[in-house]
T-cell receptor, first 112, second 113 residues
């Protein structure tokens, strides 16, 4: 399996909702990432996990809460989001933190 | 921190012609330079990368060159095809333990049939 799989593909949520984005890889990669991408912009790093420990938090608001339950899974818990948080949320993984990163298909999130 | 500039922001070429996309970076310690292709509505896809100990790398119709002295690297696509139309992002990464990719702003390549 050479894929990074993200669910759901699309998500519409209200500003008072709580939802979670999921990411899974079975390539044995030990680094996993969350990126946010707005239209016509590059991916913007949010969080990095290395060996299931949070290594980088790019000063992301606390309404985004990452979780790495095991080496294959990465979640992003969402609570009390704002309309400006609407974006494509991309998960990526790499063998180690300083090796090639591969992206999942993303979750297109709309906050209403 | 690292700053990656990408020029031009849009590029249109005729099918069959070559396309060259250039990026500059600011941190001389950066040692890894990937290129990602993103088609509309799809994920960024790693198409080629180069490390600082190599000056050029080729993979079929695409190649990347790196000039460490000038701190710039370029993506070359030969014999362009309509399916090459996409947004291309360059990126750079320094060798630190907690290093991260810094992306350029992206260039929209259009290949005219």
């Amino acid at each position: 399996d050479t894929e990074v799989t993200q669910t759901p593909k699309h998500l519409v949520m209200g500003m008072t909702n709580k939802k979670s984005l999921k990411c899974e890889q079975h390539m044995g990669h030990r680094a996993m990432y969350w990126y946010k991408q707005k239209a016509k912009k590059p991916p913007e790093l949010m969080f990095v996990y290395s060996y299931e420990k949070l290594s980088i938090n790019e000063s992301v608001p606390s309404r985004f809460s990452p979780e790495c339950p095991n080496s294959s899974l990465l979640n992003l818990h969402l609570h009390a989001l704002q309309p400006e948080d609407s974006a494509l949320y991309l998960c990526a993984s790499s063998r180690e933190m300083n090796t090639e990163a591969f992206f999942g298909q993303g979750t297109r999130l709309t906050v209403v | 921190g690292e700053n990656v500039e990408q020029h031009p922001s849009t590029l249109s070429v005729q099918e069959g012609d070559s396309a060259v996309i250039k990026c500059t970076y600011s941190d001389s310690a950066s040692n890894y330079f990937p290129w990602y292709k993103q088609e509309l509505g799809k994920r960024p896809q790693l198409i080629i990368d180069i490390r600082s100990n190599v000056g050029e790398k080729k993979d079929q119709r695409i190649a990347v060159t790196l000039n460490k002295t000038a701190k710039h690297f370029s993506l070359h696509i030969t014999e362009t095809q309509p399916e090459d139309s996409a947004v291309y992002f360059c990126a750079a990464r320094d060798p630190g333990a907690n290093s991260k990719l810094t992306f350029g702003k992206g260039i929209t390549l259009s290949v005219r049939p």
